[in-house]
């Protein structure tokens, strides 16, 4: 299974220090990956998947620190284990994406021109762009939020000299005041691979 194709939030490398709390024992860790909904450790002590534990760490020097719960999902032997927060403030879990997205906007190589996208959702339609899409979703600046869970249809030109796309996508996050990360729920065959081409020529 693709794993990036069904992840709800967004991530990116990082190099953070984090301290991993087990029932009483706390431990130094480093954090490899930094996603909306989780981390990658490189841990010393072995955590099986479903083990409950609490993380403190500060996403990058300018920000507070996090204080959050979580899971281990997954463990990749000799390299860590990836952890899902489970209790999260909401207003860290924004700032880590607002982090993250800020960060993919700076290591971009080439600027992808903006998609103008359609969105029609229950509180109405409106026009979006959007610089990151994938064969999975897309993140989709709109002016006005998007009810996160709420099912939205889209309507965008992928500027490959073929016809308008139209795909159905559920909405996962929401980032004040920047846009919505979309995951796709119908779309046509033929769309998904012209979408896997764009995506392949803009990576060079």
């Keep these: 299974m693709d794993r990036d194709r069904y992840r709800r939030y967004p991530r990116v490398q990082a190099d953070i220090n984090v301290e991993v709390t087990v029932d009483a024992d706390t431990q130094k860790a480093r954090a490899s990956w930094l996603g909306g909904g989780g981390l990658f450790l490189g841990v010393s ?37 990836g952890i899902e927060f489970t209790d999260i403030d909401p207003e860290h879990r924004e700032m ?37 899409i994938s064969a999975g979703g897309m993140f989709i600046e709109v002016i006005k939020p998007v009810t996160v869970g709420s099912r939205v249809k889209l309507l965008f030109h992928l500027e490959d000299g073929g016809e308008a796309i139209k795909a159905e996508a559920d909405v996962l996050y929401s980032v004040l005041k920047l846009g919505v990360g979309v995951r796709f729920h119908e779309i046509e065959p033929a769309d998904l691979r012209r979408i896997e081409s764009y995506v392949a020529k803009a990576k060079g």
């Design 45 to 81: 002590q072995q955590l099986s998947p479903g083990t409950e534990i609490s993380v403190r760490f500060r996403p990058a020097k300018h920000l507070p620190v996090v204080s959050a719960r979580a899971v281990v999902r997954y463990q990749v032997p000799e390299e860590g284990v």
């Design 96 to 132: 880590i994406l607002r982090l993250i997205h800020h960060r993919m906007v700076e290591k971009r190589n080439y600027p992808r021109a903006p998609l103008a996208t359609q969105v029609e959702h229950a509180e109405g339609t409106q026009i979006g762009f959007s610089k990151d």
